[in-house]
């Protein structure tokens, strides 16, 4: 068989991918106010050494052989780390690593039983094992990012009930971590643990931001930084926050349930093609093996995938709002 046809197809469907991708990722969660806060934070003498001492306790967990062999083979390794600890689970990279060769091999195993090309059949299972888990991890990191956003503001006026019966800020820290359950209390109680073993307020707080991503709490960490430079009434700063808080998670609710309709067209007229396509393959393969021969029949694909793709971004864009 010509692999230019089957090259064809493949080039538009990534295209198609990538231009959902770039829809769905979003704008940017970081603001310009992290620089302000890295620059007051860079004024403690002892930060740096802090700073090293704190990244080797808070590292938790060695890495093996395995993390290694995987971190050779990855052009970013760091970030993947960085994303699997913000999931909140025991993942590391090497175990990232073995699923993804797991599901491509057995993905690409089943499609050449069913009578796939070899090429396509690897291609694809290329895609589904650095997809899935690639998908999974980020589920997982929003579904933590939802639950704490959801609790924030609860911890922060129990931490302004803390403040105003007269305990200071650090002691006030460690009883949210105490009191609150969930990513909340684990957030807090380890931003508690690094103020005991030495580590600075704000560098604590900074490098808890840092690793969740969240503008939330970014503004959380530049009211106490602004409040420890410039002084002032921290509880009533914090109330003020939280009220602000539970106003922005109230907005995000709002333009969810009005975006909802658009986001469920989208789902399902991007993946209705691509059911339609699997289920016809499973049942007839030599039906569908047109669209990797025919000369027409790939012209069509490449612009049903083009047309489906622009379709998907323009959805996507018309539904994606920053608060």
Same mark, same amino acid.
């Given at each position: 068989?010509?692999?230019?046809?089957?090259a064809m197809?493949?080039?538009?469907?990534?295209?198609?991918i990538?231009?959902?991708?770039?829809?769905?990722?979003?704008?940017?969660?970081?603001?310009?106010q992290?620089?302000?806060?890295?620059?007051?934070?860079?004024?403690?003498?002892?930060?740096?050494?802090?700073?090293?001492?704190?990244?080797?306790?808070?590292?938790?967990?060695?890495?093996?052989?395995?993390?290694?062999?995987?971190?050779r083979?990855?052009?970013?390794?760091?970030?993947?780390?960085?994303?699997?600890?913000?999931?909140?689970?025991?993942?590391?990279?090497?175990r990232?690593?073995?699923?993804?060769?797991g599901?491509?091999v057995?993905?690409?195993?089943?499609?050449?039983?069913?009578?796939?090309?070899?090429?396509?059949?690897?291609?694809?299972? %290329?895609?589904?094992g650095?997809? %899935?888990?690639h998908?999974?991890v980020?589920?997982?990191?929003?579904?933590?990012v939802?639950?704490?956003t959801?609790?924030?503001?609860?911890?922060?006026?129990?931490? %302004?009930? +803390?403040?105003?019966?007269?305990?200071?800020?650090?002691?006030?820290?460690?009883?949210?971590?105490?009191e609150?359950?969930g990513?909340?209390?684990?957030?807090?109680?380890?931003?508690?643990?690094?103020?005991?073993?030495?580590?600075?307020?704000?560098?604590?707080?900074q490098?808890?931001?840092?690793?969740?991503?969240?503008?939330?709490?970014?503004?959380f960490?530049i009211?106490?930084?602004?409040?420890?430079?410039?002084?002032?009434?921290?509880?009533?700063?914090?109330?003020n926050?939280?009220?602000?808080?539970?106003?922005? +998670?109230?907005?995000?609710?709002?333009?969810?349930?009005?975006?909802?309709?658009?986001?469920?067209?989208?789902?399902?007229?991007?993946?209705?093609?691509?059911?339609?396509?699997?289920?016809?393959?499973?049942?007839?393969?030599?039906?569908?093996?047109?669209?990797?021969?025919?000369?027409?029949?790939?012209?069509?694909?490449?612009g049903?995938?083009?047309?489906?793709?622009?379709g998907?971004?323009?959805?996507?864009?018309?539904?994606?709002?920053?608060?």
């Amino acid at each position: 068989m010509d692999l230019f046809p089957l090259a064809m197809v493949l080039l538009g469907g990534g295209l198609a991918i990538a231009l959902v991708a770039f829809a769905l990722a979003g704008p940017s969660p970081q603001r310009a106010q992290t620089r302000r806060v890295a620059a007051m934070r860079m004024r403690h003498g002892d930060f740096a050494v802090v700073e090293s001492q704190m990244r080797r306790i808070a590292a938790g967990r060695v890495q093996t052989r395995t993390d290694l062999a995987v971190g050779r083979l990855l052009p970013n390794p760091a970030q993947l780390a960085h994303r699997l600890a913000m999931t909140g689970k025991d993942w590391s990279v090497g175990r990232y690593g073995m699923v993804s060769a797991g599901l491509i091999v057995v993905v690409a195993g089943l499609l050449m039983l069913k009578g796939a090309p070899f090429l396509f059949a690897l291609l694809f299972g %290329v895609a589904v094992g650095a997809g %899935v888990p690639h998908w999974m991890v980020g589920y997982f990191i929003r579904r933590r990012v939802t639950r704490f956003t959801a609790k924030f503001p609860d911890a922060i006026e129990l931490l %302004v009930r +803390g403040l105003r019966s007269g305990l200071p800020v650090s002691e006030t820290i460690g009883v949210v971590g105490n009191e609150v359950e969930g990513p909340v209390g684990e957030e807090f109680r380890m931003v508690s643990d690094k103020m005991k073993i030495g580590m600075s307020m704000d560098a604590a707080l900074q490098d808890t931001a840092d690793r969740l991503g969240t503008p939330e709490f970014q503004f959380f960490v530049i009211t106490i930084a602004i409040q420890r430079e410039t002084g002032g009434n921290l509880a009533e700063t914090l109330a003020n926050l939280a009220t602000v808080l539970r106003q922005r +998670g109230q907005m995000k609710l709002k333009i969810k349930a009005m975006s909802s309709e658009s986001k469920a067209s989208a789902y399902i007229v991007g993946s209705l093609p691509f059911i339609v396509f699997g289920m016809i393959w499973m049942i007839n393969a030599g039906y569908m093996q047109g669209f990797f021969s025919e000369p027409r029949l790939i012209i069509a694909g490449i612009g049903g995938l083009l047309w489906m793709g622009i379709g998907v971004f323009i959805m996507a864009k018309m539904v994606s709002f920053e608060i």
